[in-house]
């Protein structure tokens, strides 16, 4: 089994600041990407960050370049989300995502994208 369990969340003022952790844990044979999602009520999931498997590569959303910054620690399997000069238009729940390897019954592996986290609300008040 493996989890990713978010923190972070929570309610801040217009140009505000927060920072999200997504911890990975349990039967990972290999981390590889990860990823930042988030979903405001009414709207479809939208992508967020990405960020390749060493740290050196990452990506950003038009509507958050500049503002949010992705990073990770690959000892502590935890991918973070620093969003400094928070909008309200950035409330929603946000999830992260990772592409990994889980042990299988079998001493095998297999590779997906399909590890989600449970989710952290962001509420930016105006």
């Known amino acids: 089994q493996v989890q990713l369990v978010e923190s972070g969340g929570g309610l801040v003022q217009f140009g505000g600041s927060l920072r999200l952790s997504c911890a990975a844990s349990?039967?990972?044979?290999?981390?590889?990407?990860m990823a930042w999602y988030r979903q405001a009520p009414g709207k479809e999931r939208e992508l967020v960050a990405t960020?390749?498997?060493?740290?050196?590569?990452?990506n950003y959303a038009d509507s958050v370049k500049g503002r949010f910054t992705i990073s990770r620690d690959n000892a502590k399997n935890t991918v973070y989300l620093q969003m400094n000069s928070l909008k309200p238009e950035d409330t929603a729940v946000y999830y992260c995502?990772?592409?990994?390897?889980?042990?299988?019954?079998?001493?095998?592996?297999?590779?997906?994208?399909?590890?989600w986290g449970q989710g952290t609300q962001v509420t930016v008040s105006s």
């Open positions: 995502n990772a592409d990994l390897a889980a042990w299988g019954a079998h001493n095998d592996y297999t590779r997906s994208w399909d590890y």
């Open positions: 349990g039967s990972i044979f290999s981390m590889y990407a």
């Open positions: 960020i390749t498997m060493a740290g050196g590569g990452t």
